[in-house]
């Protein structure tokens, strides 16, 4: 059987070439959740943070769904509304929890939205991010609890005096540069508001609108309080592909490829695909 040497394989005249597929790494952050409005307005949870590493086929088209930010709660004592879900390779980063008031609980999600008065947080997606914060001091509180973060749970607030941080943020490198996602939104307050968790959290506001969060981190909006203010929506997800390979084709403009220690990177801020 005669025998060729290719590209660091050896292959024989009745077989194809064989074709290593490329090992990638991923970073998947879903759409972090919107801060709650009404007194104390509690702050949406970050959205779910997946990273690894996997092999992909050559040839095979693997498609990308970038998810959205939920929306703040928008009049009296209204929650914030859950992020949208980030998928591809198999894997789904469930969207952030929306913040709760004072007559709502915090919702779950890939990190939980916070809540005030004892109201229950809500939780966190194991291996994707942490629950929300409360107020555990009942009727007395006017302080919202902060949004969960993929690094840490939201702060608890303190009665009238501060609101709960949001939960911070995980940094990845995948990009080229230290850049943390997926950090919570603080809770609003009469005295101190709650700050956004390092990686895209919005902060609480007091007579104001909450901050939203930061657009492709995944993180969460800032909860409102005083009634005809809204709470900050969430921070769209991202997708991010770091491969040993320039990509056969794309769709959804992604950048790239950026090329950082010899690999070319993708970043995708909105849904599309890519193809080895």
Do not use: H
């Not at 490329?22 to 970073?27: H, V």
């Not at 909006?221 to 320039?246: F, K, L, T």
Request: with cysteine.
């Amino acid at each position: 059987m005669s025998q060729r040497y290719l590209g660091g394989f050896i292959t024989d005249s009745f077989n194809p070439l064989a074709v290593p597929p490329p090992t990638i790494s991923y970073l998947i952050v879903a759409g972090g959740g919107g801060g709650g409005a009404g007194y104390e307005g509690s702050g949406g949870g970050a959205g779910g943070l997946l990273s690894g590493t996997t092999s992909l086929n050559i040839g095979t088209t693997y498609s990308f769904v970038v998810g959205g930010g939920g929306n703040g709660g928008s009049g009296s004592e209204v929650p914030g509304s859950n992020g949208s879900n980030s998928t591809g390779l198999g894997l789904t980063a469930i969207g952030g929890g929306g913040g709760g008031t004072e007559l709502s609980n915090g919702s779950s999600g890939g990190s939980g939205g916070g809540s005030d008065r004892s109201n229950p947080a809500g939780s966190g997606t194991s291996g994707q991010g942490n629950p929300g914060g409360t107020n555990p001091n009942g009727g007395c509180g006017t302080s919202g609890g902060g949004g969960g973060g993929a690094g840490a749970a939201g702060g608890n607030g303190a009665n009238d005096t501060n609101g709960g941080n949001g939960g911070s943020g995980l940094a990845s490198s995948i990009s080229g540069s230290s850049v943390y996602y997926a950090g919570g939104g603080g809770g609003s307050s009469s005295g101190t508001n709650g700050t956004g968790g390092n990686g895209g959290g919005g902060a609480g506001q007091t007579s104001a609108n909450g901050t939203s969060g930061t657009t492709n981190t995944g993180g969460g909006g800032g909860g409102a309080r005083a009634r005809g203010y809204n709470g900050g929506n969430g921070g769209s997800g991202i997708i991010i592909i770091s491969a040993c390979r320039v990509a056969a084709s794309t769709t959804g403009s992604p950048c790239g490829p950026i090329c950082v220690s010899g690999n070319k990177v993708y970043v995708f801020k909105s849904s599309g695909s890519i193809t080895f």
